[in-house]
T-cell receptor, first 117, second 113 residues
Framework: GAVVSQHPSRVICKSGTSVKIECRSLDFQATTMFWYRQFPKQSLMLMATSNEGSKATYEQGVEKDKFLINHASLTLSTLTVASAHPEDSSFYIC?????????????FGPGTRLTVL | QKEVEQNSGPLSVPEGAIASLNCTYSDRGSQSFFWYRQYSGKSPELIMFIYSNGDKEDGRFTAQLNKASQYVSLLIRDSQPSDSATYLCAVNPSGAGSYQLTFGKGTKLSVIP
């Protein structure tokens, strides 16, 4: 199957710090990647769709100036949490879309657990 | 609002039994359907997808789709304790760009040794 990596796996930072999370497709090219956030015991919440070479599409309620997404190549998308605050503490997961006949599928990275003190 | 509904569980089954996980969706135009498994503290892992009515089997897993009833299920045969996880149903709703997925809240499965 398709392999997606994320780095770092865990971040602990002080309030006001900006945090950058990388998402890479290791054995395939991903025109489209997705960024999700998951709070404890809740389901995945789509934050934004990242398209290579163009601006990301953000879901309603997600601040584009706070969650900066860059998809500079077909194998790398980055999410920067600008001036993180404790309420931004969450599990951030990226996924990459793989074309597969009738059903393009999403493969997830291992996630990044962000804790803002 | 396009919704995907799952029973949150927990669903408890004895080891070796068949676990049956159910999912309903509201968007009749949905085209493709996915089951993911998520262990506690980990990210989702794709189990299988289905897009045609009927059954699709992969090892111990069988996905069943009934578009008329807007219902998709996952059967796990010979359940093992290692199958204990939260199972997420995901649907590609009609009209969504770039194959965005709408996820259910997941069903927690516990396989009792």
């Amino acid at each position: 199957g398709a392999v997606v990596s994320q780095h770092p796996s865990r971040v602990i930072c002080k309030s006001g710090t900006s945090v950058k999370i990388e998402c890479r497709s290791l054995d395939f090219q991903a025109t489209t990647m997705f960024w999700y956030r998951q709070f404890p015991k809740q389901s995945l919440m789509l934050m934004a769709t990242s398209n290579e070479g163009s601006k990301a599409t953000y879901e309603q309620g997600v601040e584009k100036d706070k969650f900066l997404i860059n998809h500079a190549s077909l194998t790398l998308s980055t999410l920067t949490v600008a001036s993180a605050h404790p309420e931004d503490s969450s599990f951030y997961i990226c996924s990459a879309e793989v074309a597969s006949g009738m059903a393009d599928t999403q493969y997830f990275g291992p996630g990044t657990r962000l804790t803002v003190l | 609002q396009k919704e995907v509904e799952q029973n949150s569980g927990p669903l408890s089954v004895p080891e070796g039994a068949i676990a049956s996980l159910n999912c309903t969706y509201s968007d009749r135009g949905s085209q493709s359907f996915f089951w993911y498994r998520q262990y506690s503290g980990k990210s989702p892992e794709l189990i299988m997808f289905i897009y045609s009515n009927g059954d699709k089997e992969d090892g111990r897993f069988t996905a069943q789709l009934n578009k008329a009833s807007q219902y998709v299920s996952l059967l796990i045969r010979d359940s093992q304790p290692s199958d204990s996880a939260t199972y997420l149903c995901a649907v590609n709703p009609s009209g969504a760009g770039s194959y965005q997925l709408t996820f259910g809240k997941g069903t927690k499965l516990s396989v009792i040794p």
